[in-house]
């Protein structure tokens, strides 16, 4: 399905956190009052707000990110059902049982990811495999490289209202993403969005 510019800026904001008008009129193609138009009717919605800031001489910089209101724009997948069903299972079945279900998961998809990986040798390709699977799941995924060190950014969390609810599932990923990049390698999460970031943040770098 084709985006409309109001897709794409939600996106860009998503992926960026907060961009300023000319970079996002720019990324778009678009004028700076077209882009600007489309911003006034997303702040008008409740979608974006905006923040500005004084950087050297002139007047001061107007940047604009998402909103706690946009949260619905980059919905959870089946997230009430999801909860529900954890919340049945802890208490008709017990802690133990959640744990079984949560182990069973993280071991389809780490024989998922492996079998996509098999033939990436070098971490670079590793992450990019990773980050092309990622967003297909819905989590906008992307890495760099910064220094002698990799990261790994998930802008969205599709399980996230799962995932607060029973943060097996964050550590289990955790546990899948330091197995498919390699021993060779220590995998830290930085930022968490369960834990109320902007998104989750892997730092890969070598062992000493």
Known sequence: MKKTATDKILLILKMQGEVSLNSLASELGITKEGARLHLVKLIDKKLVETNSRKEGVGRPVTYYSLSKESA?????????VTVELLQSVKK?????????????????????????????????????????????????????????????????????????????????????????????????????????????????SAKQ
């Open 92 to 204: 008709l079945l017990g802690n133990n049982a959640l744990e079984l279900l949560i182990n069973d998961r993280e071991s389809k998809i780490y024989s998922h990811y492996q079998k996509a990986l098999e033939h990436s040798n070098s971490i670079e390709c590793r992450l990019e495999q990773l980050s092309q699977i990622r967003s297909k799941e819905g989590y906008l995924a992307e890495w760099k490289k910064e220094n002698d060190a990799y990261y790994l950014i998930e802008n969205h969390c599709p399980i996230c209202a799962a995932a607060t609810e029973c943060q097996g599932f964050c550590k289990s990923e955790l546990k899948n993403f330091q197995q498919l990049l390699g021993d060779e390698f220590i995998v830290e999460r930085m930022e968490h969005m369960v834990s109320g970031g902007q998104r989750c943040t892997y730092r890969i």
């Open 72 to 80: 619905s724009e980059f919905p959870d997948s089946h997230a009430q």
